[in-house]
């Protein structure tokens, strides 16, 4: 029997988005394989330079269009919260495993979600308060506070994804006046920008190799935001989303067969908990869409 066109299209969404997860987790692996050898700054800095190269084309004609003031200060304040979050993300990944890095950065989106119902006024309903509150238990299972010495890096993924989920947000203004490709552009200028001072003031000379393996960080984070853009146009957000719950998976073999770190099932429970609580506010969400879609579909 013959698929129809919406199966298939489906299909290529899940196939986008494991590529998605896999890019990903080749960005935490190259990091983790760095260990610090470079100061985070330094390099979050020539990650972000490389990125300038691949977006260039899109790049040079927005500035040389401009912006209003308005949206100036939107990407300079969303520039200045990605600077502070990938310091501290390659700091975490210089501290902690790369499957607890993984799992804590499930927590983006729930300060997207948050965030949304405290700043934008989104209506925020019983059930998906429930779901919050099943993702930040997840969260609290994978960090295990008082049980366990926590070390500063789980602290600076936690800052991490607390800033990343803010910028989100600044981002989701922004697209309201400039399209999505230059919102992404304009992010790896202003994010360079703000790196450079910091640094240069812990600068320390780099190998040729520890370039390399920065510049493929960059080809990788590009490609992964690349096939999650196909993945989101192919289908919809309730079929792609829970395909992220692999990330985890295979970050927590990278960390076993590649660092001979171990096994954590604590944060393998806990990356599930708010997987599944974000899969849940993403169904529920697509739901109310499209029930909203169809009385406006049925006007002349």
Sequence with gaps: ?????????????????????????AVNGIVRWLGGAVPAPQA?????????????????????????PQVWRMLTLRGGLHVLAVIAWFYAMSRITVAEATAIGFLNPIVVTVGAALIMGERLAVRRIAAVCVALMGALIVLRPGLRELDPGHLSQVAASLAFGSSYLVAKRITDHVPAAIVVAMLSLTVTIGLAPVAWAVWVPPTWAQIGWLGLVAVFATAGHYTMTRAFAAAPLTVTQPVVFLQLIWASLLGVLVFHEPMDEWVILGGAMMIG?????TWREARLRSAAIVPAAEQP
């Design 1 to 25: 029997m013959q698929m129809d066109m919406q199966t298939r299209r489906d299909l290529a969404g899940i196939g986008w988005m494991l590529a998605t997860g896999l890019c990903f987790v």
């Design 277 to 281: 609580a974000i899969s849940y506010i």
């Design 44 to 68: 979050a800095f020539i990650r972000f330079l490389f990125g300038l190269v691949f977006l260039g084309p899109v790049l040079i004609p927005a500035l040389r269009a401009g912006f209003p």
